[in-house]
């Protein structure tokens, strides 16, 4: 478990490097070498997508780059709020991380989830999802976002909890035992 919580923290890092670099470096050969940095900790399956959910288009100007500048104080790295570990059926140890928004918000509160597998001796992020916006309040529901779908997590192996989120639902979630 602490190389997979070693290995999101690493990635959450490098997101947010790539995140300020597309809003404040004018050049795109920094810009897009972040991205692919950060896009490393994909496992992308062939026809599926897999992506950072941000970037920017090439050839932008200093003086545009200048502009979106002020929007970098508005990100921060995302919190992490816990890990699961599970004995999944055919990935063998599969993770789960529980994490906030890179958007400063007012509230800590869970945004996306991202899972964690072993492929080929090197763990990779294999699939995202994302808290649904509405649904039911009492029960936190996640959208499928890209990656692998995951139907069946397996058995809980171990849980680590970090930071409790704020939202009145997500903490419920995180004090809960629930898989």
């Not at 490097?17 to 994909?42: C, M, S």
């Not at 508005?74 to 991380?97: E, N």
């Not at 808290?131 to 058995?155: A, F, H, M, P, V």
């Not at 970090?162 to 997500?170: D, M, Q």
């Amino acid at each position: 478990m602490d190389t997979a919580i070693a290995f999101i923290r690493n990635f959450i890092q490098a997101e947010y490097e790539a995140l300020i670099a597309v809003y404040t470096n004018p050049e795109d050969g920094v810009v897009d070498e972040k991205i692919r940095q950060a896009e490393e900790y994909f496992y992308i399956k062939p026809n599926h997508i897999m992506s950072l959910g941000f970037g920017r288009a090439p050839g932008m100007t200093e003086e545009d780059v200048i502009e979106m500048a002020d929007e970098a104080s508005d990100f921060q790295p995302r919190t992490l709020f816990q890990g699961k570990h599970y004995k999944h059926a055919s990935l063998g140890d599969l993770y789960r991380f529980y994490a906030s928004s890179y958007h400063d918000m007012p509230l800590l509160a869970y945004n996306s989830s991202f899972y964690v597998a072993s492929l080929d001796t090197e763990l990779k992020i294999i699939s995202k999802y994302v808290i649904s916006i509405g649904g039911n309040k009492k029960r936190l529901e996640w959208e499928y976002l890209c990656g692998t779908k995951i139907n069946q997590l397996g058995d809980l192996i171990e849980t680590r909890k970090f930071v409790s989120p704020e939202s009145r639902a997500h903490k419920l979630d995180y004090d809960g035992e629930s898989s």
